[in-house]
């Protein structure tokens, strides 16, 4: 969790072993330039589950929402009573699905608002929400991600039961995408119509909203950079917060900037001569006189050690390989080309030094994976330091008014 009173011996200490920086800035302009893209009516969620993508989760919902964002997302209950201890009074919607009465309670008393997947999910909570009080649910249908949520050919039946029952208000109708992202549209295109349809025989317009009307949302990142008519009342965004984009083919809609790079210091430089194994399994064998960097970081901190002998590291702004068996703590780098490296110079993992670039997107293409599962992967042992100054932010333009915000 990133704090805002820290005493210089205690920012000294974060940043001398190794760190994750948070760009703020660049945080409170992609939040922007998301919104340059929404109409008046189109509110934002901010999607700080998983600890804000290991960006703090309490800081990045601060920040996000100086910027403009109105609402939250996060997956638990305890993420949600994170922000509320933190302060924050915002709307949380919790995406995950909960049943128990401690959840139940829980959600009530920190003013969550939960999702509602299932009718006998919504039958335990009308019996056990408190009766004094009126909570806001937020209805999920499944038109196609095969997850959470009803089918949506039964949302009539669903939403009807909701609104019989006592103690709960629908503050929204919400569904997933199994792929926005994809250039062939057909199944966002069909399931954009199951949702709609599901709406519409519910007697809902998702086109014109009544004031007091259920919120409706079905777009992701990749959604809200497609097409506008997925907007509705509110987009839920998370890997564009945070500056990275959810395929190539999207990266002309707006100019994001990243907002974590990570970074560590070299411990360690000595000279080794050819012939000379590197690290457990001597996965890499010298073939000359080679200038070995230890940098005080690795597989414990995020470092994937599949990456071992496969990526490189910026260092005095120079592109360097990493070599050798990447290990819990720490990994090597061959810095030959750069001979003034010594003891505590700062070696970038991930992030921009001058002209040289190194992306979460780059490390994902090296394992076969994805962005967001790199983003999730630094653990809380580094530090997250927050960097950059946040401009004043205008208010943000009133969406429609809707029941049950609190």
């Not at 309670?105 to 335990?124: D, E, F, G, S, Y």
């Not at 009544?210 to 839920?236: C, G, I, K």
């Not at 012939?275 to 080679?290: H, L, N, W």
Request: one cysteine or more; glycine letters at 6%; a neutral charge.
């Amino acid at each position: 969790m990133l704090s805002w009173e820290q005493s210089p011996s205690v920012a000294l200490m974060q940043r001398e072993r190794a760190w994750v920086e948070i760009d703020l800035a660049a945080l409170s302009d992609n939040v922007q330039q998301i919104l340059s893209l929404l109409s008046p009516r189109t509110e934002l969620m901010a999607v700080v589950k998983a600890d804000a993508y290991g960006h703090g989760a309490v800081t990045v919902s601060q920040t996000a929402l100086q910027a403009g964002a109105t609402w939250l997302g996060v997956a638990t209950i305890p993420e949600g009573i994170e922000l509320r201890e933190a302060g924050i009074a915002a709307p949380i919607l919790v995406l995950g699905a909960t049943h128990t009465a401690e959840q139940i309670r829980a959600i009530a008393h920190w003013q969550l608002q939960p999702t509602l997947c299932t009718p006998k999910q919504a039958l335990v909570y009308s019996e056990a929400v408190d009766h004094r009080a009126s909570l806001p649910v937020h209805i999920k249908l499944d038109t196609g991600m095969s997850r959470l949520g009803t089918a949506w050919q039964e949302a009539v039946e669903f939403v009807q039961l909701v609104q019989r029952l006592p103690n709960l208000a629908i503050a929204s109708i919400y569904s997933h995408l199994a792929t926005a992202d994809d250039l062939d549209p057909t199944v966002l295109r069909q399931q954009q119509q199951r949702y709609e349809a599901a709406l519409c025989a519910c007697g809902f317009d998702p086109h014109a909203p009544t004031p007091t009307s259920p919120r409706f949302h079905l777009a992701n990142s990749a959604a809200t950079l497609v097409d506008s008519s997925l907007h509705y009342d509110l987009v839920r965004t998370g890997l564009i917060l945070y500056g990275l984009y959810p395929a190539d083919h999207l990266k002309d809609r707006v100019n994001l900037k990243p907002v974590l790079q990570v970074k560590a210091r070299v411990t360690q430089v000595k000279m080794l001569r050819p012939g000379t194994g590197v690290s457990y399994g001597y996965k890499f064998i010298c073939d000359r006189k080679t200038h070995l960097a230890v940098i005080g970081i690795g597989y414990a901190d995020g470092i994937p050690r599949n990456l071992s002998n496969k990526m490189t590291a910026l260092v005095h702004g120079q592109r360097v390989p990493q070599i050798g068996a990447i290990t819990m703590d720490q990994l090597m780098l061959d810095v030959s080309q750069i001979p003034a490296v010594q003891e505590g110079d700062v070696v970038t993992l991930l992030g921009h030094e001058g002209n040289q670039q190194i992306s979460a997107d780059d490390w994902a293409g090296l394992l076969g994976t994805i962005s967001w599962e790199i983003l999730c992967s630094f653990k809380h042992r580094l530090p997250r330091v927050a960097v950059g100054n946040v401009r004043p932010i205008p208010p943000p333009i009133s969406g429609i008014s809707r029941p049950s915000d609190a």
